[in-house]
């Protein structure tokens, strides 16, 4: 059972770029409720047609497999699983939280904001920096990512995230966007690849 899902914003340079924001010297963490989280299974997810854009954002997400400790993170023995998902995010909604200084859960903890495929054994961090994962929207590439261009490795985010908030099993990491996120229209169909591997799909539905 998932418990806790934390974020990492602005993990990948060029992402932070793109979106004019400055490149962090620490992890930015932020959470979004379990009760957004919805899977892909080729089904229609709907998302509300107010408030601006929403916008996709792939990443690689990790399952914590054992309550840690005191003793020193080791990367491969408290992962357990992996997955891919999206972090969907009211752009506009976030843009007008950010210029008032206020959290960001209105623009990121809305219903289905939180996709994710099945998860499946997690192979090593070294064996994932060998390995893209991309985001198919209609046909067509629009985002592909490799781990080894993390800013902020994996062994990076548990230490931080433990250090703050204590990691615990059953915990997720959602790890960063690589750039070209934009937003969804109606009848957009996600495909989710890690290398050439299909996870997951989904089709939006705005109402």
Known sequence: MIQNIFCVGRNYREHALELDNPVPEHPLIFSKPTNSIVQAKGQKVFYPNIDGEIHYEIEVVLKISKDVGREAIQ????IGEMAL???????DVQTTLKEK?????????????????????FPGEKMCNEKAF?????GNVVQKGNTSQLIFSFK????????????????IIFTGTPEGVGAICDGDHFQLYWGKELKGSFEVRME
């Open 101 to 121: 200084g206020h959290p960001w859960l209105l623009a990121k903890g809305f219903k289905n904001a939180t996709v994710l495929t099945d998860f499946w054994r």
């Open 85 to 91: 998902g999206i972090d969907f995010t009211k752009r």
């Open 75 to 78: 990367t491969d023995d408290i």
């Open 156 to 171: 990076h985010l548990l230490e931080y995230i433990h250090e703050h908030f204590e990691l615990r099993q059953g915990d």
């Open 134 to 138: 991309s985001l198919v929207k209609n």
